[in-house]
């Protein structure tokens, strides 16, 4: 009777018993998202599990840990009424901070990735629609969900399945909405965590702005806006210092560039401090404050945007004039307000070597060929200019 009982219902723990399979975080390799567990086990997987949704949500949207807590099951709405088809998805919560006692309700537009948060955490809880979604919230910290997500990630689970262990020091809601300010403001088309393209959540804060000025984004969006322009002026002042050691921009714009920097450094010298004193960064800054706030930032060039009528990319939409650049349509080796510099040359030798490689491929049509190579050669151009303009050209 017990070979029959083994035969039928197993000897492993039932939970688990075929997971479906996932690659690993470091590897790739395709292996079960968990072992088989006992109930004890899975009941602290959940609770875990709960505690890694409250953390993307506050990472990718930049919430307040008080406006985390006003989160109930039900929060999520989507809507496509604005004829593109496309979902605009938001979260309700309420606003506590500065608002009258029990908070206002309010809505933050958010990507798609934190949409899949929600829903995880809906169905890891048995609250019902309108109840609290995270519960008796005890912030990140002293027990909270960062110790436990913390924890789970450097247990025997958490390196089977190739995830780097979390840095042991202070992460709560405050810090995770200032990251992501400044990281949205200093990487144009990056990646936060490999996965969600900062594009996308700087076009889902700007939604939520413009849809409510006055609302719970609007603080977040102007975090945004100054770790943004204060990026603006540091790429500016390091452009302008690689300048003055003979790392020339290149690019169709850099002739421009260049004059501005040769203004600044006569106004630095008609201005001498003096041999008992430096010219500081902050004299610097507020010389080039104005050119840096025309700066654009992009993962290939810097985009200086004085004049619309001089983009290329307005001129290729058929657009007489806006208040910033289509980086989609962006071809920075022909614009008249494009630069290239050593930060972006990175980019430039990966576009030149995918291009090399699909061209050696028997797979590719002779038609495409012909396209791919008009792009590597537009690739090659760009990195000898750089290198031309920067003094390291061979």
Not at 109 to 121: K, P, Q, T
Not at 201 to 221: D, I, N, W
Not at 277 to 285: A, F, L, N, P, Y
Request: glycine share 8%; with cysteine; charged share 25%.
């Amino acid at each position: 009777m017990l070979e029959e009982a083994v035969t039928r219902v197993g000897v492993e723990f039932v939970w688990c018993r075929n997971a479906d399979p996932v690659p690993r975080a470091d590897t790739g390799e395709m292996v079960p998202w968990s072992l088989p567990m006992p109930s004890v086990r899975a009941d602290s997987l959940v609770r875990a599990a709960g505690h890694a949704c409250i953390v993307a949500t506050s990472a990718l949207t930049g919430m307040r840990a008080s406006e985390l807590m006003e989160l109930t099951v039900g929060c999520h709405r989507a809507s496509s009424d604005d004829g593109t088809g496309l979902a605009r998805h938001r979260l309700v919560s309420k606003v506590i901070k500065a608002r009258r006692w029990g908070g206002e309700v309010d809505e933050w537009v958010v990507v798609e990735e934190v949409v899949r948060a929600i829903a995880l955490a809906e169905q890891l809880t048995d609250a019902t629609t309108g109840q609290l979604l995270f519960g008796p919230f005890q912030g990140f910290n002293s027990n909270g969900a960062m110790d436990w997500l913390r924890q789970w990630v450097a247990s025997p689970a958490g390196k089977r399945l190739g995830l780097a262990p979390i840095p042991d020091e202070p992460i709560h809601p405050r810090r995770l909405r200032r990251t992501l300010a400044v990281e949205m403001g200093a990487r144009p088309g990056g990646l936060f965590a490999t996965k969600v393209h900062f594009k996308h959540l700087s076009v889902a804060t700007s939604e939520g702005y413009a849809a409510r000025p006055g609302g719970a984004q609007a603080g977040f969006h102007q975090e945004w806006k100054q770790a943004e322009a204060k990026e603006k002026l540091a790429q500016t002042v390091e452009a302008f210092r690689q300048f003055q050691q003979g790392q020339l921009p290149a690019g169709p714009g850099a002739d421009a560039l260049m004059a501005t920097f040769r203004t600044v450094e006569e106004e630095l010298d008609r201005n001498d401090p003096g041999p008992a004193k430096m010219v500081t960064d902050r004299q610097v800054e507020l010389l080039l404050k104005k050119k840096a706030a025309a700066l654009h930032l992009s993962a290939a060039n810097y985009c200086w945007f004085e004049d619309p009528a001089k983009a290329l990319c307005l001129k290729l939409a058929g657009a007489k004039s806006a208040s910033a650049p289509l980086t989609g349509l962006c071809d920075s080796a022909r614009c008249p307000q494009a630069t290239h510099h050593l930060v972006h040359r990175p980019i430039w030798q990966t576009a030149a070597d995918n291009g090399t490689a699909l061209l050696s491929s028997p797979r590719i049509p002779a038609g495409e060929k012909t396209r791919l190579r008009a792009e590597q050669e537009r690739s090659q151009h760009v990195l000898e200019e750089i290198d031309k303009a920067s003094r390291k050209a061979k």
